[in-house]
C-alpha cells in the first residue's frame, strides 16, 4: 500500500498543483489563497478515488483486469461532471439565458441559491450550525449548505469560489461508483457491474447534477456506501461485519444529513430486499431496532424541516408530511398549467379526476426528446436539453423491461428484483407527480434514487444480451413511435412544419400503435418459443 501511494504521488500531485492554478486564476480573490484550496481538494479527491479503486478492485480476478476498467469508470465519471460543470460556469453567463442563473453561470436556481446563503453564512461570525436554522430556508434540510460554508470558511475565506462546490460534488458523484461495483460483484456478478457502472458514470442527468452544487451526487454515493455495507453484511467474518457497520452507518448519516426522505426510502429499500430473500433465514433483531429508530429519527427530522415552526405538540410527524405534500402537488399541477398554454387547454377538455394521471405520465416523459430536439433556445441550452433527453429516452426501455427481466429467473432472484423494480417505478411516478410535469423537477427527483435506476438498467442489459428477448425490440418502437409524432407535432407547433392533430387524436393513435406492436410481441415470442422447443 505504500508504494502505491507513492507512485500515485507522482501523478497526483503535479496535477492537483497544475489544475488548482489553473482555477484560481478564474476565480475572484487572491490567487495564492486559491491555488492552495483547489490544490488541496484535487489532491484529495485523486487519492481518495485511486485508494477506492484499489480497495474495492481486492479479491477480484486480476487476470481479467479489473482495475483498469473500474480506474477508466471512475475516471471518467470525475472529469465528466467537473469539466461540465467548469463549462457550464462560463459559457451560460455568455450563450445562457439574460435571468440571474445563468449569468452567473448556474444551471440550477437551488444550487445558486443555497451557494450564495452558504457563502453568506461562512463569511458571517455565525456558527457554522446556523445552516439548519429557518433564515438559511434555501437549503430545506441544512446539511449541503452547513457543508459548502465549511469549505467557503476554511479554504476560501477571502472570496467566493463557486467551483470549489463543484470540483466537491464531482468527487463525491464518482467517490460511489468503487463501493457500487464491489456490492455488485459481490451479489451478482461482473456482467452487471460492469454494465451498471458504465451507466452510473455516463448517465447525463447525474453528470449534470453532479457538475453543480446539488443533493444529488451525495446522496447516490451514500446509496452506494448502504449497499456495499448492506451486501457485505452476510459475510461470517467479524472484520467484515464491522467494516458493513461503518459503511451502513456512514451511509444513512450522510442521508439524515442532506435529506432524510431518502434515508427512509432506503429503509423501505433493505427491508423489501430482506422480506423477498432471506425468507428461510432468521433477521437479526438487533438490525430491524437500529433500523426502527433511524426510520423514526429520519421521520421526525423530516417533518421539522417540512415545518420549522418546530410545534409537534398538536401536528403528528405523518400529519405535516401529508400536508405538505398535498399542497406541494396542488402547487406543481397549478404552475405547470399556468406556464404552458396548450396544458391548460388540455386542462380544461379533460374531466377533473384525468389531470393527476395525465401530469403523473407526462413526468414520466420529462424532459421530452422531441421538444429537446426541437425548441428554440441557445446552444449551449440546446446541447444540455438533448443529452438529457436522450440519456433519460435511452433509460427508459431498460426499466419499462425491468418488469420482464424480473420474471424471467428462478423464484427468489426474480422476487428481489421484481421488488426493486416496484420501488424503482413506484418513485418514478410519485417524482412525476411531486414535480408537477416540470422538466428540471421530475428529472432531478427521479434521479435521487438513481443507483437504483442504474441497478435495474444493468441487470436489463445482461439480460437481454443473454436472451436476445423480441420485447426489447418492441419498447424500443413504441418508444420511436412516440418520438416520431410528437417530433412532428413539436415541428408543427414552434415551425409550422406540416398539419397539426388535436393531442387527443394524435394520443389515441399513439395508444393504438403501441398496442399492435405489443401484440405482435407477444405473436414473435410464441413463435420464438415454438421454434425452440
Not at 487476470?63 to 473500474?70: A, I, K, N, W
Not at 470558511?153 to 463543484?166: G, I, Q, T
Not at 430482506?274 to 437500529?290: E, H, S
Amino acid at each position: 500500500m505504500i508504494k502505491s501511494v507513492q507512485r500515485d504521488r507522482i501523478w497526483a500531485l503535479p496535477l492537483a498543483l497544475v489544475l488548482g492554478a489553473i482555477l484560481s486564476s478564474i476565480q475572484a480573490g487572491s490567487w495564492l489563497i486559491g491555488w492552495l484550496g483547489f490544490s488541496f481538494l484535487f489532491l484529495l479527491s485523486f487519492f481518495l478515488l485511486s485508494f477506492s479503486v484499489k480497495w474495492a478492485d481486492g479479491g477480484l480476478d486480476e487476470s481479467l483486469d479489473h482495475r483498469r476498467t473500474l480506474a477508466w469508470m471512475v475516471a471518467l465519471a470525475f472529469a465528466l461532471r467537473f469539466i461540465g460543470g467548469v463549462t457550464t460556469y462560463l459559457v451560460l453567463p455568455i450563450n445562457g439565458f439574460d435571468d440571474k442563473d445563468d449569468r452567473a453561470g448556474y444551471v440550477f436556481t437551488d444550487a445558486h441559491r443555497r451557494d450564495n446563503q452558504s457563502w453568506e453564512l461562512a463569511a458571517s461570525d455565525k456558527s457554522l450550525f446556523s445552516g439548519f436554522s429557518e433564515k438559511y430556508a434555501y437549503d430545506q434540510y441544512g446539511g449541503l449548505l452547513t457543508l459548502s460554508a465549511f469549505v467557503y470558511r476554511y479554504l476560501s475565506p477571502d472570496a467566493h469560489r463557486p467551483l470549489m462546490l463543484v470540483l466537491i460534488s464531482a468527487f463525491m458523484a464518482a467517490l460511489g461508483l468503487p463501493f457500487l461495483w464491489k456490492a455488485l460483484n459481490q451479489q451478482w456478478n461482473e456482467k452487471i457491474a460492469i454494465a451498471t457502472c458504465w451507466i452510473y458514470a455516463l448517465y447525463p442527468e447525474s453528470i449534470l447534477l453532479g457538475g453543480s452544487a446539488m443533493r444529488e451526487p451525495y446522496l447516490i454515493t451514500f446509496s452506494a456506501f448502504v449497499l456495499w455495507g448492506f451486501v457485505n453484511s452476510g459475510t461470517h467474518s467479524s472484520i467484515k461485519m464491522l467494516d458493513s457497520r461503518v459503511w451502513l452507518a456512514i451511509g444513512i448519516i450522510g442521508m439524515l444529513f442532506v435529506s432524510p426522505v431518502v434515508a427512509l426510502v432506503t429503509l423501505i429499500i433493505f427491508g423489501g430486499w430482506m422480506y423477498f430473500t432471506r425468507a428461510d433465514k432468521p433477521i437479526p433483531w438487533i438490525g430491524v431496532a437500529a433500523a426502527v429508530l433511524v426510520f423514526i429519527l429520519g421521520l421526525f427530522l423530516l417533518s421539522s424541516a417540512l415545518n420549522r415552526s418546530g410545534d409537534f405538540n398538536s401536528t403528528s410527524p405523518l400529519h405535516v408530511l401529508s400536508g405538505w405534500l398535498k399542497l406541494a402537488v396542488q402547487w406543481d399541477v397549478y404552475q405547470l398549467e399556468r406556464g404552458s398554454g396548450w396544458v391548460q387547454k388540455l386542462f380544461d377538455e379533460m374531466p377533473g379526476w384525468l389531470r393527476l394521471p395525465f401530469v403523473m405520465v407526462y413526468g414520466v416523459f420529462q424532459p421530452v426528446l422531441p421538444a429537446a430536439l426541437l425548441e428554440p433556445t441557445t446552444l449551449i441550452w440546446r446541447i444540455i436539453g438533448i443529452l438529457r433527453a436522450l440519456g433519460w429516452y435511452t433509460l427508459l426501455p431498460l426499466l419499462i423491461l425491468s418488469f420482464v427481466a424480473a420474471w424471467d429467473r428462478p423464484k427468489q432472484e426474480s422476487r428481489l428484483w421484481l421488488w426493486l423494480s416496484f420501488v424503482v417505478w413506484g418513485w418514478v411516478l410519485f417524482t412525476s407527480l411531486r414535480g408537477g410535469g416540470d422538466q428540471w423537477d421530475n428529472p432531478r427527483y427521479r434521479t435521487i434514487l438513481f443507483l437504483w435506476q442504474a441497478i435495474l438498467a444493468g441487470y436489463v442489459w445482461v439480460w437481454w444480451r443473454e436472451t436476445r428477448s423480441v420485447w426489447f425490440g418492441c419498447v424500443i418502437a413504441m418508444e420511436m413511435v412516440f418520438v416520431l409524432f410528437f417530433g412532428q407535432w413539436y415541428a408543427s407547433r414552434y415551425y409550422h412544419l406540416g398539419g397539426q392533430l388535436p393531442f387527443a387524436q394524435m394520443a389515441a393513435i399513439i395508444l393504438a400503435l403501441w398496442a399492435i406492436i405489443f401484440f405482435g410481441g407477444i405473436y414473435f415470442q410464441r413463435k420464438s418459443k415454438q421454434h425452440s422447443g
